[in-house]
């Protein structure tokens, strides 16, 4: 299963990654990004985590004992035998007998059990090793999806930086036919002025930090072709029901049940569990059977079979060392995944509490908060185009617009990277068969 798991991603990515440059340019959904991102990794992740290698171990660990045929010549001597009355011998006198030949083959039998336990030691090892890999994908989407939003807000920054000096140099020119036609003072104008160079600055600053962001990812992605430009669609998670309404506990309980990083860390246990009880196998000796045939032409018998075993007595030393050392890495891997278990707790009651914190901020903004502060900035406007207000509440107006506008879209993306981490904490998989969907709202006082 999984491996099924595996090759589902691997063909899902392949097909975003395709999607991923259409004849539009390098705009990006977060997808998108995660394919480009394993299409040029996931080689890789799979060789840090040694899938390979313990797979190649199993085989080994199955393997039966090769066994051994010998070949003996004995009795090499010049006349050898030499007018012998054996049955084998020439009459013929001075005639020689020949040399004995002994054929023999040795096989070695293992007992008490430890080949199949070799066998379950290491399929738990080729196990608890694919799911780390299931743990690197959990944990790699993350710090993907983390750039990919975090590249995303320094473009709604920038888009916003775009939108206030446009903004400010439509003011300013109103304003300059205002102080032609006397309707303003001049220090009024000159304070609208600063304004708007002020905006402008915090536009190219905008920018510094937009491609900044895009340098991370693309570093993230291993540098692709275009990477600096990169664009990040708006698409937000589409909130599914991962039991943000169950209790804690249940939830708890939920991510214990499939957090790959515990189920690795309980496989291992197991795996060292099995190899404690071969260690204390090894005591038992092992017996190596021989069986052949002996043609000896000097004596009474010409041809005849014989057959043996060899046991080794375990009478100085017994393999305590190496049950001791077993018992030593079984607790240890109990106490890891205990260790485990216990940051599970604190990833999901942690998770949980910053998503519904997120989840409840961002629908203050969209309840009501942004189209106040619109509104102000729309009332403080008109009101100092007309001379009603002055020239100080015009500008703390359009200041607050901006720090409003900064913090709904830190909060959306500080949304975005909660709902993903409360699927990480719970060990929910990688969806192959489900993207999240794009929502391409207009932001507020937005024009186009």
């Excluded at 991102?37 to 199955?62: H, T």
């Excluded at 600063?194 to 491609?211: C, N």
Aim: glycine share 4%.
């Amino acid at each position: 299963m999984k491996n099924n798991f595996l090759k589902s991603i691997a063909s899902v990515l392949l097909l975003s990654f395709l999607m991923a440059f259409d004849a539009h340019g390098q705009v990006l959904s977060v997808d998108e990004v995660l394919s480009l991102f394993y299409q040029r990794n996931l080689d890789l992740i799979a060789a840090q985590y040694n899938i390979d290698q313990s797979r190649v171990d199993a085989v080994i660990a199955g393997a039966i004992p090769n066994p051994t045929v010998s070949i003996q010549i004995l009795e090499l001597a010049s006349n050898l035998n030499k007018n012998s009355n054996a049955t084998g011998c020439p009459t013929t006198a001075n005639a020689s007998c020949g040399a004995a030949q002994y054929y023999s083959f040795s096989q070695l039998i293992e007992v008490a059990g430890k080949r199949g336990l070799r066998i379950e030691s290491s399929s738990f090892a080729t196990q608890a090793a694919e799911s780390d890999f299931r743990d690197a994908i959990r944990i790699f989407s993350n710090m993907v999806r983390d750039a990919y939003y975090q590249l995303l807000q320094t473009q709604k920054n920038r888009w916003l930086a775009q939108e206030i000096v446009d903004h400010y140099e439509s003011i300013t020119k109103a304003n300059r036919l205002r102080l032609k036609g006397g309707d303003i003072a001049e220090s009024d104008f000159l304070r609208v002025k600063m304004e708007a160079m002020r905006a402008q600055s915090d536009l190219d600053a905008a920018q510094a930090t937009m491609e900044q962001a895009q340098a991370d990812l693309a570093v993230i992605l291993r540098w692709p072709t275009k990477s600096l430009q990169f664009e990040a669609k708006e698409q937000w998670p589409e909130a599914r029901n991962l039991g943000q309404n169950l209790s804690k506990d249940e939830l708890i309980d939920k991510a214990i049940q499939q957090r790959p990083d515990l189920e690795g860390d309980k496989l291992r246990a197991d795996q060292a569990d099995k190899q404690l009880v071969l260690a204390r196998r090894l005591k038992y000796p092992d017996v190596t059977v021989t069986a052949g045939y002996a043609r000896d032409p000097g004596n009474t018998v010409l041809t005849t079979g014989f057959v043996g075993v060899s046991v080794p007595l375990p009478l100085f030393y017994q393999y305590q060392g190496e049950a001791d050392k077993a018992a030593v890495n079984l607790s240890q891997s109990r106490l890891a995944a205990e260790q485990t278990e216990l940051g599970i707790r604190d990833d999901v009651v942690s998770a949980l509490a910053t998503w519904n914190s997120a989840n409840k901020i961002v629908q203050r903004f969209q309840d009501g908060l942004l189209d106040d502060a619109l509104t102000v900035r729309n009332s403080s406007e008109l009101s100092y185009s007309k001379g009603a207000t002055s020239v100080l509440d015009f500008i703390e107006a359009q200041r607050s617009y901006k720090n409003v506008m900064h913090d709904y879209y830190a909060a959306e993306i500080a949304r975005a990277n909660a709902y993903y981490d409360l699927e990480k904490a719970l060990g929910v998989e990688l969806d192959a068969g489900k993207a999240p969907v794009a929502r391409n709202n207009k932001n507020p006082g937005s024009t186009q």
